[in-house]
């Protein structure tokens, strides 16, 4: 019995490219992706004319507070909701036009752990996964094995996932969508949920699974230290518009993040006061022989405020500008989208 | 599916067998869908021990409640009676598997990644409502065994016509399904209304299709009449007028095109209005 082939996945020996666009193009492409939600004055623009693009092999963040439309834009780029209007190309291929086509290139993470079998062991999800997107389970065995280790999986390896931990299976999802010969992989919130030290393995082997296999990845997460540890690039979304979109240190060098902080044990509450109605002041701390404040302001304004300090006589203790974190940068860029959390808060102290 | 293949992990750099990606065809498609639901059934039995189990209770309860209402008279038709139950087991099975399936792999967050392939979900459906029928069709038999022995009746069993006519009328049941489905990924938790349906497969199987030709355009009536002709009569499959076969094979197949039809159509509407995923 012959039996027909789908549309082929990439592998070894065969290229992803099929057709001279295919080789050419980037690994994504997103013009003018629009979608609304309901009608009339109730309608809601969840995606607001995305265009981005994405190079082969490099891992892009998609940040944003609650709501921003970064699910319904991974989502729309998929097809598994329908945009008003604009176009998706995967590795070349149009996504709408072809999906099947496109779909041997692609593989995602959309729900957290609630993307695999958890009546079926981590071993079958990963071997049926495989299979239903494309590949052989067989020829890519020994890929399994390294995901298993790599992704501290291997002595669960033929447990149900049902009975393993949250974390766990949240690994499992992700060694799922790994485990196929997918190029571009999406990945929604693949940390949300876990504990400090699992999200740590997570990103550490995700970096490596990245660079060994030259995938291209659209991450998307709430968690800044995730974005800033992992990607090349950032896509900051708000309101269902791409507002900035540009490698990590670029947007750290944002003049949002122009901050400075003086320290003086000079500093009294009257003064203190002033700073405060001329000057943005982010962050103030008196101790018992100190004070110390943050001032977001361009250099102009800085030199304004050495003047109003050396005027009244204060004598510095220091004056430096602290490292902005991309929550920093995204706080500006999203006029406070959510409040530095607290691990965060403490740790630029 | 193929047995254990770990051959440990590759060395860095080098590519094993193991490591060399090759292009799935259907044929492993298949097999991965087939041996999935294998695995469901043998290591979680007590869905299909407890279908099985409720399935005889109803029937005890027909055949003996029956014969203190209507003594000989149900008697003398439990034939029919059996295969019409057997045929009804096979239909509710095959409906809700289908159907709940669905729901389940949105509700699992499954659902798209089988969206996402490159074989398109229309393979990936059709194998996974024929694992459906080969697993209900398992259970009905035993149903089957042990509602013969219970009432000590004796059947014709010539195995390929019940298997091609039982097979075909299901079909049609599946695209019930499909469409159920369908309108449960679009509408959300309405399963327990889609599944008063399975009630009125009852109507569907007692339709009188050979003497009223219009209802062999209806779902499982005229598989239902044929299978009672194969069982009960001897009649074999060669036996039957060509016209009733032919009907037998479009009404199967048309109800699982439009069954499937309804189902795409309702996921393209979850798509457009962003619910696919919701549960």
Same mark, same amino acid.
């Given at each position: 019995?012959?039996?027909?082939?789908?549309?082929?996945?990439?592998?070894?020996?065969?290229?992803?490219?099929?057709?001279?666009?295919?080789?050419?193009?980037?690994?994504?492409?997103?013009?003018?992706?629009?979608?609304?939600?309901?009608?009339?004055?109730?309608?809601?623009?969840?995606?607001?004319?995305?265009?981005?693009?994405?190079?082969?092999?490099?891992?892009?963040?998609?940040?944003?507070?609650?709501?921003?439309?970064?699910?319904?834009?991974?989502?729309?780029?998929?097809?598994?909701?329908?945009?008003?209007?604009?176009?998706?190309?995967?590795?070349?291929?149009?996504?709408?036009? %072809?999906?099947?086509?496109?779909?041997? %290139?692609?593989?995602?993470?959309?729900?957290?752990?609630?993307?695999?079998?958890?009546?079926?062991?981590?071993?079958?999800?990963?071997?049926?996964?495989?299979?239903?997107?494309?590949?052989?389970?067989?020829?890519?065995?020994?890929? %399994?094995?390294?995901?298993?280790?790599?992704?501290?999986?291997?002595?669960?390896?033929?447990?149900?996932?049902?009975?393993?931990?949250?974390?766990?299976?949240?690994?499992?999802?992700?060694?799922?969508?790994?485990?196929?010969?997918?190029?571009?992989?999406?990945?929604?919130?693949?940390?949300?949920?876990?504990?400090?030290?699992?999200?740590?393995?997570?990103?550490?082997?995700?970096?490596?699974?990245?660079?060994?296999?030259?995938?291209?990845?659209?991450?998307?997460? %709430?968690?800044?230290?995730?974005?800033?540890?992992?990607?090349?690039?950032?896509?900051?979304?708000?309101?269902?518009?791409?507002?900035?979109?540009?490698?990590?240190?670029?947007?750290?060098?944002?003049?949002?993040?122009?901050?400075?902080?003086?320290?003086?044990?000079?500093?009294?509450?009257?003064?203190?006061?002033?700073?405060?109605?001329?000057?943005?002041?982010?962050?103030?701390?008196?101790?018992?022989?100190?004070?110390?404040?943050?001032?977001?302001?361009?250099?102009?304004?800085?030199?304004?405020?050495?003047?109003?300090?050396?005027?009244?006589?204060?004598?510095?203790?220091?004056?430096?500008?602290?490292?902005?974190?991309?929550?920093?940068?995204?706080?500006?860029?999203?006029?406070?989208?959510?409040?530095?959390?607290?691990?965060?808060?403490?740790?630029?102290? | 599916?193929?047995?254990?293949?770990?051959?440990?992990?590759?060395?860095?750099?080098?590519?094993?067998?193991?490591?060399?990606?090759?292009?799935?065809?259907?044929?492993?498609?298949?097999?991965? &869908?087939?041996?999935?639901?294998?695995? $469901?059934?043998?290591?979680?039995?007590?869905?299909?021990?407890?279908? $099985?189990?409720?399935?005889?209770?109803?029937?005890?309860?027909?055949?003996?409640?029956?014969?203190? &209402?209507?003594?000989?008279?149900?008697?003398?038709?439990?034939?029919?009676?059996?295969?019409?139950?057997?045929?009804?087991?096979?239909?509710?099975?095959?409906?809700?598997?289908?159907?709940?399936?669905?729901?389940?792999?949105?509700?699992?967050?499954?659902?798209?990644?089988?969206?996402?392939?490159?074989?398109?979900?229309?393979?990936?459906?059709?194998?996974?409502?024929?694992?459906?029928?080969?697993?209900?069709?398992?259970?009905?038999?035993?149903?089957?065994?042990?509602?013969?022995?219970?009432?000590?009746?004796?059947?014709?069993?010539?195995?390929?016509?019940?298997?091609?006519?039982?097979?075909?009328?299901?079909?049609?049941?599946?695209?019930?399904?499909?469409?159920?489905?369908?309108?449960?990924?679009?509408?959300?938790?309405?399963?327990?209304?889609?599944?008063?349906?399975?009630?009125?497969?009852?109507?569907?199987?007692?339709?009188?299709?050979?003497?009223?030709?219009?209802?062999?355009?209806?779902?499982?009536?005229?598989?239902?009449?044929?299978?009672?002709?194969?069982?009960?009569?001897?009649?074999?499959?060669?036996?039957?007028?060509? &016209?009733?076969?032919?009907?037998?094979?479009?009404?199967?197949?048309?109800?699982?095109?439009?069954?499937?039809?309804?189902?795409?159509?309702?996921?393209?509407?979850?798509?457009?209005?962003?619910?696919?995923?919701?549960?």
């Amino acid at each position: 019995m012959t039996m027909q082939e789908p549309p082929q996945p990439r592998t070894a020996r065969q290229p992803a490219a099929e057709s001279p666009s295919e080789t050419d193009d980037p690994a994504l492409v997103v013009d003018g992706l629009v979608k609304r939600f309901g009608s009339g004055e109730t309608a809601v623009t969840a995606v607001d004319d995305v265009s981005f693009s994405v190079d082969r092999g490099s891992v892009v963040g998609l940040l944003g507070p609650n709501g921003a439309g970064k699910t319904t834009t991974i989502k729309s780029i998929l097809g598994m909701v329908l945009p008003d209007s604009g176009s998706v190309r995967v590795q070349g291929v149009d996504i709408y036009e %072809h999906p099947r086509q496109a779909y041997r %290139h692609v593989d995602a993470m959309l729900e957290g752990a609630r993307n695999d079998y958890w009546r079926l062991t981590v071993r079958e999800n990963l071997r049926y996964f495989a299979t239903i997107s494309g590949v052989v389970p067989d020829s890519v065995a020994d890929r %399994h094995e390294r995901l298993l280790d790599q992704l501290d999986l291997a002595e669960k390896a033929d447990e149900p996932v049902r009975s393993l931990s949250r974390g766990m299976k949240q690994k499992v999802s992700l060694a799922s969508v790994l485990a196929t010969d997918a190029s571009v992989v999406f990945l929604d919130e693949p940390t949300l949920g876990l504990d400090v030290e699992s999200s740590l393995t997570l990103r550490r082997e995700l970096r490596r699974i990245v660079a060994e296999r030259d995938l291209t990845v659209l991450l998307s997460s %709430h968690d800044m230290d995730v974005i800033e540890d992992v990607c090349d690039r950032v896509i900051i979304m708000n309101d269902g518009r791409v507002i900035a979109d540009d490698s990590v240190e670029q947007l750290l060098r944002q003049p949002e993040a122009s901050r400075f902080r003086v320290t003086s044990p000079d500093i009294d509450a009257a003064l203190r006061r002033e700073i405060t109605e001329r000057f943005d002041v982010v962050e103030a701390a008196v101790t018992d022989d100190t004070t110390r404040i943050d001032v977001d302001t361009d250099s102009a304004g800085f030199y304004d405020l050495v003047a109003l300090l050396r005027a009244d006589g204060v004598t510095l203790e220091s004056v430096r500008t602290p490292d902005p974190d991309l929550e920093d940068v995204f706080l500006g860029l999203t006029n406070g989208g959510g409040e530095k959390s607290d691990e965060r808060r403490e740790r630029t102290r | 599916m193929s047995g254990d293949s770990r051959t440990g992990p590759a060395s860095d750099g080098v590519r094993s067998s193991g490591d060399d990606p090759r292009p799935a065809t259907y044929y492993h498609l298949a097999k991965a &869908v087939l041996y999935r639901e294998y695995l $469901i059934f043998v290591r979680y039995p007590a869905n299909a021990i407890g279908g $099985i189990v409720i399935s005889l209770f109803f029937f005890g309860l027909l055949f003996y409640g029956g014969q203190m &209402v209507a003594g000989q008279a149900l008697t003398d038709s439990i034939e029919g009676i059996i295969v019409g139950y057997f045929l009804w087991t096979l239909a509710v099975g095959a409906y809700s598997s289908i159907s709940n399936d669905i729901g389940s792999e949105v509700q699992w967050g499954t659902l798209e990644r089988h969206i996402m392939t490159p074989f398109g979900f229309a393979p990936v459906a059709l194998l996974k409502g024929v694992a459906k029928v080969v697993r209900t069709f398992l259970t009905s038999a035993l149903i089957l065994a042990v509602m013969l022995a219970v009432t000590d009746t004796a059947l014709q069993l010539p195995l390929v016509t019940i298997t091609v006519v039982a097979a075909l009328a299901i079909c049609s049941v599946l695209g019930l399904g499909f469409a159920a489905g369908g309108i449960a990924v679009l509408y959300k938790r309405i399963g327990n209304w889609l599944n008063l349906l399975q009630f009125g497969f009852i109507l569907l199987i007692s339709a009188p299709a050979f003497e009223l030709g219009w209802t062999r355009l209806l779902p499982l009536a005229l598989g239902s009449s044929m299978l009672q002709r194969a069982m009960i009569e001897g009649t074999r499959l060669w036996q039957f007028p060509l &016209v009733d076969l032919g009907a037998l094979v479009v009404v199967a197949v048309g109800y699982l095109v439009l069954g499937y039809a309804v189902f795409e159509l309702s996921t393209r509407r979850a798509r457009r209005l962003g619910v696919l995923g919701d549960y």
